[in-house]
């Protein structure tokens, strides 16, 4: 038998555990992956050295990246300092844009902070300024899952692209520089959708709870609240560039040597987890206790750790048993196979629900195909991490956690939820998959 139908049905088997079955995507993924290596013949040494492999070689690169996100978001979202950021950007957008200024704040709140965590903290106040400006909240609250949505598959630090990229051995700081540009202008269309499409669906806000109460918090300031999200990304950038050939800014400078430290994506995401730590008005060490926010911070980050590590055994699993000899050339050629990584993430993502699965499996499959499908260079690593999280933005619809996190704190019933939210998905998907393949045939 085909080892493309092994793998089809290693993927029967996994998302058929995880959708029917409710089995958590760890042990499915890790189960999954033996159960291919056995269907394929494959040495009971070889399925042993794979699983190792595959495990502490993911993790090995990109755990420690993931915990330190997830901390950052936790401190964030807990000071109250991605309120204090959402405020101020709705007052520097005005309350004359209210849409355009809900799916910018989701677009750089989802950033550092998880996607359902963001609306939850957002919805408030789009319920808000919808009522008192008289706007169509339906069409303002979908510009708000949109704008989060781009950045959660596109931009590191969200755990999905950090998966993918340390997966794939990409370089983060470029997948962030392409990934905040890519999800940025594929948001245009998105917002004319919601404006001039959904503007004409009623949706009531309904306050059910009491709103205000945050008022009563002491948030950090501006300043505070941006640095730890604002001074990582910029230093994994700057290294990026200085790592570039032509070495921008000097071969053996003290600030070169500098950047490239600094720069290092686990170096700088712990900066941003000890700029975090200053947040709080006033710092308790047992907040980095087992029981504080250190601890919640843990518990969050250790079933997206350990279901990259499991991706990393499949993708190893994979790579051992020869599939890279498999693949035609022929169908695989150009830059136009970005389109199979895409298809991948784009599947998953809408059969069993999760974008950090979608991108994390669909990253290991990828993994012994890239030389054959012409896709080694640096360029390519990155561009089909993004590929990949293009993908995974669609469809958010009913198997999603997000999608009901909108439709049940909004009172949206679920066929405008799909017209709207899970339509917008597509689009956003297909136009950042459209902008990257620009990209991939004008470099």
């Avoid at 439709?407 to 990257?436: C, E, N, P, R």
Wanted: with cysteine; charged share 10%; net charge positive.
């Amino acid at each position: 038998m085909s080892l493309f139908l092994f793998v089809l049905l290693a993927l029967a088997l996994i998302l058929t555990a995880i959708i029917r079955f409710k089995i958590h995507p760890f042990l499915a993924l890790f189960i999954g992956a033996i159960i291919y290596g056995l269907m394929t013949g494959m040495s009971t040494d070889l399925i042993v050295k794979s699983i190792s492999d595959g495990f502490g070689g993911v993790l090995g690169r990109i755990g420690l990246l993931i915990l330190f996100g997830v901390i950052i978001g936790t401190f964030l979202e807990k000071t109250g300092g991605a309120f204090v950021i959402a405020q101020q950007v709705l007052n520097w957008i005005g309350k004359k844009f209210v849409m355009l200024g809900m799916m910018i704040t989701g677009y750089i709140l989802s950033i550092p902070v998880f996607g359902d965590s963001a609306f939850i903290m957002l919805n408030p106040i789009n319920k808000s300024l919808s009522f008192k400006g008289k706007l169509p909240f339906l069409a303002t609250t979908v510009a708000l899952t949109l704008g989060i949505t781009a950045t959660h598959s596109l931009v590191p630090p969200t755990p999905g692209p950090i998966a993918a990229a340390g997966i794939l051995g990409a370089d983060l700081g470029m997948i962030i520089f392409y990934g905040l540009i890519i999800s940025a202008i594929g948001l245009v269309p998105c917002y004319f959708y919601c404006k001039y499409f959904l503007s004409r669906y009623h949706l009531e806000p309904v306050f059910a709870q009491v709103e205000g109460a945050e008022s009563k918090k002491k948030f950090p300031s501006l300043g505070k609240s941006f640095m730890p999200v604002i001074i990582p990304l910029a230093l994994i950038v700057l290294a990026s560039i200085a790592a570039y050939p032509t070495r921008p800014f000097g071969e053996e400078n003290l600030f070169t040597q500098f950047i490239l430290f600094a720069g290092n994506p686990i170096i700088a995401l712990l900066i941003g987890v000890l700029l975090s730590f200053t947040l709080p008005a006033k710092f308790d060490v047992q907040l980095l206790s087992a029981s504080g926010w250190f601890g919640e911070a843990l518990l969050i980050a250790a079933p997206v750790i350990l279901i990259t590590g499991a991706g990393g055994v499949f993708g190893k699993m994979l790579e051992n048993s020869g599939i890279a000899d498999h693949v035609s050339a022929t169908l695989l050629s150009g830059n136009y196979s970005l389109l199979l990584p895409f298809l991948m993430g784009f599947s998953l993502k809408s059969a069993q629900g999760s974008s950090t699965v979608a991108l994390v499996t669909s990253a290991s499959i990828m993994v012994p195909l890239m030389a054959t499908m012409g896709l080694e260079s640096e360029q390519m690593k990155v561009l089909t991490v993004l590929s990949i999280g293009a993908g995974a933005i669609a469809v958010s619809h009913a198997n999603d956690s997000f999608f009901w996190a909108m439709t049940q704190l909004t009172g949206m019933d679920i066929k405008k939820g799909y017209i709207s939210h899970s339509v917008g998905t597509v689009i956003l998907s297909f136009t950042a998959m459209a902008l990257i393949l620009l990209i991939a045939n004008l470099t």
